[in-house]
């Protein structure tokens, strides 16, 4: 019988519960014990595919949730494990990517915007339609003062050097080539990411 | 990578220099010791530690930081001497048979033109000589002094094994022993396979330590081959893909070059990079570069690039200096040059050379934005945690943005990883509180800007309102519409020229051949060409199946360019398409079409007799023993100590340094000179942590919770420093108080006569997270980079370190 890797294991689950102890001779009280089994947990998780998030090994894993995805659920990360059908880390997982739940649920995951105004001494929350808005103001108003059209030589060159940015290596290929997109059609040359450190 | 991570297996030896795959890539050494098991591989480590991949190799050679060509050269200068190279291979797939100029020379240290006030090369005569008819002359006797391999010859004569131990400190029987195991990979069957990092690239010298290896494995007919290949062990897990979309300085999408200011038109532009083939009957592909180009284009700016406004050429930045990399970002802000930097989950505070220079200039902006799922040191770089951040909020006026953003287990998308493969991933869960997506973030501002463009007006507004933006959900773009947008579409009805197919307007493309130079197809990253075509998103393949186990499993996720697995594949065979390997065949030519394993990187049915090389990326074919002038500091490596030195260059002592470095003048001033820091310092990472992320989890923390150093028993008695103790470490530029690791891994080298201290500096620490509280090894670390890249300087540099007092407790 053909069984997925999650089948297999809600089969063996299954299995232990109903016949193993049976068949170890305890009969009905076995029946009772093996209903007082807590299912493995993972049985009711969700399963997602994803990649370790370090290094360009990029090791297959598997993400185990609690929630459907209903709508109204909140999925909860609660195990993340080496995925045994990737070719090249058949499984395997580093002391890095072993604990890849705990980077999830750090506690210092950021939540909440925060803006810290000049000379401030905190962070304060603000929304996101605060910081947004400000962000924006604060690189048009530089970009209309010192964008450069033209150079000494009278060359189109349509640069803009006076803000800059550093993109993530750990972002998506989709993520970084929407960054490119909006900064280069800005004319922003100060512009790099980690492949030099 | 040029091949697959599981392709190491197939190696006969693997050369581990310049990185230690065992503890940063721990995943992937499994192939290493697959290797050894199944293929009785030996392993060979050169390294300044006896690190976890020494441990388990079967032969270790130490050697000083910063001396990897004078080694490299020397093993060139063994394999000439013993004639212990792939000839056929050479004569054939190698440019040692062409002539190069008259004027080409090397003296003292510097090629021929040479300009002392300027620090660079009037590159001019670093090329083939040419002959009437256009093609670069040959002579494939080897006769003519000024063939690439009698220079490449001559240029290496001096790197004796007794200037190889005198530079590096490797013992001469040591050096000679690896350099006869590398040699028994010349044999056609026999391959190795090189395994590198950021030991190779954080140098003043990094790119040319990369080629050096490169030409080695050349002659040895080590590349395009199943257990061969140059392979580049990245870091991040998508930082090839941030390579491959283009996001440094000076680059587009699939590798091509935004404009300088001399390429003043589209023409101008092009005329440089349409190779036209420099031997007869070569492929030289990049004669496709305008469709490549025109292609990008219509992507970004769809109707509003015309062949009128040259596809928009006039809309792309142009550059006035070549690059505008970290560290002169850096020195620009110091300087009071930049106003905003915006940091997308990327820490400078812990990450680049010279830590106090990285807080004195983000201390001079007027805003920073930090994007990230975490609370980085570099969003806190304005508030005061003693010693290890010392700051004065007060006197601080940047603002500072601090945003939340998503992880890796809550977004869909695709990262490339080290072999070239894109791989999907799926979403598992919702940001915590109202942390958003960088896809999110970035349509954010870039929408408020259009809309202050629109509203207002202000500078050169064109591309910013005509940029493309056709998504289903435009606030938050579907991380498959951009794939698809990278993958490229049909903007008209396109007729195949060969078959008559008819490919219709809208249709996502097959792969980056059926790009055109007329604005009727578009793609926004063509080597993604193929990747998310109208049989769904190639990316999310799983189908692990590997013909006969060689590490190539075909239909796994998807490889750039054209699902091809090895890089080079064509020479894998030998010049008639015969597998140099029988036993592990990549692709051969069956009478028809080459047919194999892998994807060919060849036109499929072009016949061997034609004569076309297989690097055709190259307009001669060839595979380059001499650089031409693709390096800024020479075409052949020399031996160039870093900039901070214990010793004088051996070979030519008035030429100590990279001559065309380039060196602010603050940072030149904070170089430090070996009376005062008299040992030599390299940093690296450990197996329990990525860079400075993994303190911010808990069980990382527990691990390694706290900041040291590594030093050997030698100079721990010298210095009367005990296991576990105090010490301080100081540069010219700063210093970092933290505990020493005494051991018998780093062992005292020679090196012109004088007995050299290495100490290790591992970088993991900071002053957020879970960990104890850290300066971070940038502290110590000099602001100069590679002359072609500008990586800094991190592997090599001075210091002095004295015992010292446990700090107070605060």
């Known amino acids: 019988m053909p069984l997925t890797r999650r089948e297999f294991i809600k ?75 990737h070719p090249v880390n058949r499984g395997t997982l580093c002391p890095k990517g072993s604990a890849l739940l705990d980077v ?34 604060l690189m048009k108003d530089d970009r209309d003062k010192n964008f450069i059209a033209k150079n000494a030589a009278g060359t189109t060159v349509n640069r803009w050097t006076t803000v800059g940015m550093l993109a993530a290596s750990a972002s998506s290929s989709e993520t970084s080539y929407l960054t490119w997109k909006a900064v280069r059609s800005l004319g922003m040359v100060v512009f790099d990411n980690q492949a030099r450190v | 990578m040029t091949n697959t991570w599981q392709d190491i297996k197939n190696a006969n030896v693997v050369i581990v220099m310049g990185g230690n795959a065992a503890e940063a890539h721990p995943c992937g050494f499994k192939w290493v010791i697959e290797a050894k098991i199944e293929n009785d591989a030996k392993l060979v480590v050169v390294d300044p530690r006896f690190t976890r991949t020494a441990s388990v190799a079967d032969y ?129 069957d026999k391959a190795m396979t090189s395994l590198f990092a950021l030991g190779w690239t954080q140098h003043s010298v990094g790119a040319q330590n990369i080629r050096n290896m490169a030409m080695i494995q050349l002659l040895l007919g080590n590349i395009g081959v199943a257990g061969g290949g140059m392979n ?96 002169k970002a850096f020195e620009m802000m110091n300087n009071g040059q930049m106003t905003g930097y915006i940091c997308q989950g990327f820490n400078p505070l812990q990450a680049f050379p010279d830590r106090g220079k990285i807080r004195r200039g983000l201390s001079k902006l007027k805003f920073l934005v930090t994007m990230d799922p975490l609370d980085t040191e570099t969003s806190r770089f304005w508030q005061d945690f003693g010693p290890q951040n010392p700051a004065n909020s007060a006197e601080i006026q940047t603002e500072v943005f601090q945003l939340p953003t998503t992880c890796f287990a809550e977004e869909n998308g695709s990262l490339v990883n080290s072999a070239r493969w894109l791989q999907w991933h799926w979403k598992a869960a919702d940001a915590p509180g109202i942390a958003m997506s960088d896809i999110w973030i970035m349509s954010g501002i870039f929408h408020r800007l259009r809309e202050l463009y629109r509203k207002e007006g202000g500078a050169f507004p064109d591309p910013i309102l005509n940029l493309t933006w056709k998504y289903t959900d435009p606030i938050s773009p579907d991380p498959e519409d951009l794939a698809k947008e990278m993958n490229g579409r049909a903007l008209a009805d396109l007729t195949d020229a060969a078959t008559g197919a008819v490919t219709k307007a809208g249709t996502l493309l097959d792969g980056f051949a ?88 060849y036109t499929p049915t072009l016949d061997p007799s034609a004569g076309a090389s297989p690097f055709i990326m190259n307009d001669e074919g060839l595979g380059r023993l001499f650089a031409r002038k693709l390096m800024v500091e020479g075409p052949f490596p020399e031996h160039y100590e870093p900039l901070e030195s214990p010793v004088e260059n051996a070979l030519h002592p008035k030429v100590q340094n990279n001559p065309v470095a380039r060196v602010f003048a603050n940072d030149r001033a904070a170089f430090g000179s070996p ?58 530029r700063g210093h970092v108080v933290c505990k020493a690791y005494v051991t018998k891994r780093i062992k005292p080298l020679t090196v012109d006569g004088k007995p050299t201290h290495v100490i290790g500096v591992p970088l993991h620490w900071g002053f957020t997270g879970q960990a104890r509280k850290g300066y971070g090894a940038n502290t110590l670390t000099p602001s100069v980079g590679d002359a072609n890249t500008q990586t800094p300087e991190f592997k090599a540099f001075l210091v002095n370190i004295e015992k010292t007092s446990a700090p107070v407790a605060a």
């Open chain 2, 60 to 188: 270790y050679a130490p050697i000083r930081p910063g001396t990897d060509i004078a080694f490299l050269n020397g093993v060139i200068r063994y394999l000439l001497d013993k004639d212990a190279i792939q000839h056929e291979y050479v004569r054939a797939y190698t440019n040692a048979g062409l002539i190069v100029k008259d004027g080409f020379t090397f003296q003292d240290g510097l090629f021929s033109g040479y300009n002392e006030d300027t620090h660079s090369y009037d590159k001019s005569t670093w090329d083939y000589e040419l002959g009437p008819d256009g093609y670069a002359k040959f002579d494939d006797t080897w006769q003519d002094p000024h063939c690439v391999i009698n220079l490449l010859k001559q240029h290496v004569s001096r790197y004796t094994p007794e200037m190889v131990s005198r530079i590096c400190g490797t013992p001469q029987d040591k050096f000679l022993h690896v350099c006869e195991l590398i040699a028994s990979t010349s044999a056609p």
């Open chain 1, 104 to 137: 999830v649920h750090a506690p210092t995951r950021l939540r909440v915007p925060r803006y810290r105004p000049p000379g401030g001494t905190e962070f304060k929350d603000v929304s996101w339609d605060y910081a947004l808005d400000r962000i924006a103001r």
């Open chain 2, 675 to 732: 009376k005062n820091f008299p040992y030599v310092a390299t940093t690296y990472r450990l197996t329990e942590h990525f860079h400075f992320w993994t303190k911010h989890a808990l069980i990382n923390a527990i691990l390694q919770p706290e900041e040291f150093v590594e030093i050997g028993e030698v100079l721990a008695k010298e210095k009367g420093i005990e296991q576990g103790g105090w010490v301080k470490v100081s540069s010219n």
């Open chain 2, 514 to 601: 059926q790009l055109r130079d007329d604005g009727t197809t578009s793609s926004g990253c063509w080597i993604f060409c193929g990747s998310f075509t109208e049989k769904g998103n190639q990316m999310a393949r799983r189908d692990a199946t590997d013909p006969r186990e060689q590490g190539i499993a075909p239909n796994w996720a998807w490889a750039w360019p054209a699902n091809r697995r090895i890089l080079y594949n064509r020479a894998s065979a030998d010049p008639a398409g015969k597998p140099w390997n029988p036993a592990k065949p990549v692709i051969s030519w069956n009478g028809t079409r080459w047919v194999g394993i892998d994807v060919p990187d």
């Open chain 2, 232 to 327: 580049a062990l990245r870091g991040h897990s998508n930082i090839q893909g941030l390579t491959d979309v283009g996001l440094l300085s000076n680059q587009m999408p699939g590798y091509m070059n935004l404009p300088n200011d001399k390429e003043t038109d589209f023409d101008t532009y092009m005329s440089t990079r349409q190779f036209k083939p420099l031997r007869p009957g070569q492929i030289s592909f990049y004669q496709n570069t305008r469709k490549l180009f025109v292609s990008l284009m219509k992507a970004l700016y769809g109707d509003a690039a015309t062949q009128e406004n040259n596809w928009a050429y006039d809309w792309l930045p142009k550059l006035d200096i070549p690059l505008y990399d970290i560290i």
């Open chain 1, 11 to 85: 089969f063996t689950g299954l299995a232990l519960a109903a016949s193993s102890l049976g068949m170890l001779g305890f009969g009905e009280s076995g029946e009772a014990q093996a209903a007082a089994v807590r299912p493995f947990k993972l049985t009711r998780a969700t399963e997602t595919r994803n990649t370790c998030t370090y290094c360009s090994v990029a090791c297959g894993i598997l993400i185990y949730s609690m929630g459907d995805r209903a709508k109204n659920a909140r999925s909860n990360i609660i195990h993340i494990e080496g995925d045994p059908d």
